[in-house]
């Protein structure tokens, strides 16, 4: 089976878009989003309408870099789905009062710094209100939990990093230090080569390999943190493996096994088993301890 992520998409006002727990994809106004983008800029913001969103030459008290000659800086903008839809979360991450959490895009970060980072904002009066920049700590989607004994709600997100056709990915939360850093704590991994090597696996364990994080999510009911992770269909897995056991391999395969070492300890997928189950991973912060299911 293969899975669609889901999203939760709600329309909210700013302030009113604080909630105690959950994921918040949110659908800004236009002057929200102008709004978000003033708040991390020293200078006036221009409208990109290629990427439907706003942008800035110079951001506000980001890091030492006080000289565009340091940091060439020509785009500051928030991860967007289109449609006005903002990658913000809203909770109670370093103290107890209202504040987002937001992603963005910088040019002046480099691909092992995902090209941006993460952004905390305290939420005043229905305006964000800068607190300071994560650089390199980018999630591709979060959830946030409800409140813990001290007041404070940890986002779980999952990132995702590719690198000459190799996806790693983690997932876990991330946790606001006293000193005004933050941290995240891989809890699960998933990735693959498909982009340097093909379709791919090994052939060690009869275990189901993560090869890609679909989506996360809050099941309330349970108080459990999800993820649905992509994973090859183990009777395809299987067939493959046993073709590597007997050296079983077509041109196309020993042309890659030359070039690349790697290759070498790895049975391939052929096109007609590029079939995807998902694995369903659950965790109940605060414990790491995950739980695994396959998907009916």
């Known amino acids: ?17 604080v909630r105690a727990q959950g994921q918040i994809t949110a659908n800004l106004s236009e002057a929200q989003a102008k709004q978000l983008h003033q708040a991390v800029c020293s200078e006036p913001i221009a409208k990109l309408d290629r990427l439907d969103s706003w942008a800035c030459d110079h951001p506000r008290g980001y890091r030492n870099i006080t000289s565009p000659a340091f940091c060439p800086v020509n785009t500051l903008y928030f991860s967007s789905r289109g449609g006005g839809q903002f990658q913000i979360f809203f909770g109670k991450f370093t103290a107890n009062r209202p504040q ?13 710094n995902s090209f941006g980072g993460m952004a905390l904002f305290n939420v005043v009066d229905q305006k964000f209100e800068l607190v300071r920049y994560f650089p390199g700590i980018r999630a591709v989607d979060c959830v946030v939990t409800p409140l813990q004994r001290d007041g404070r709600q940890p986002p779980y997100c999952f990132s995702s990093f590719m690198a000459q056709g190799i996806l790693g990915q983690s997932f876990g939360p991330i946790r606001f230090k006293p000193s005004g850093e933050a941290a995240f704590n891989s809890w699960f991994q998933a990735g693959n080569s498909d982009g340097h090597l093909g ?33 090859l269909d183990p009777h395809h897995v299987a067939s493959a493996c046993d073709r590597f056991r007997k050296g079983d391999f077509n041109e196309e395969e020993r042309n890659v096994q030359k070039w690349s070492l790697s290759a070498k300890g790895l049975a391939f997928i052929r096109p007609d088993e590029r079939q995807f189950d998902t694995m369903v991973v659950r965790f109940r912060p605060p414990s790491a301890r995950a739980k695994v299911d396959l998907a009916p």
């Open 100 to 112: 987002a959490i937001a992603m963005y895009t910088a040019a002046c970060e480099p691909h092992a």
């Open 1 to 17: 089976m293969r899975f669609v992520p889901i999203f939760l998409i709600v329309t909210i006002p700013l302030i009113g878009g």
């Open 199 to 231: 379709v791919t696996t090994g052939c060690k364990t009869n275990k189901p390999e993560p090869r890609r994080i679909s989506a996360v999510r809050l099941d309330e009911a349970r108080s459990e943190v999800v993820l649905d992770v992509e994973v």
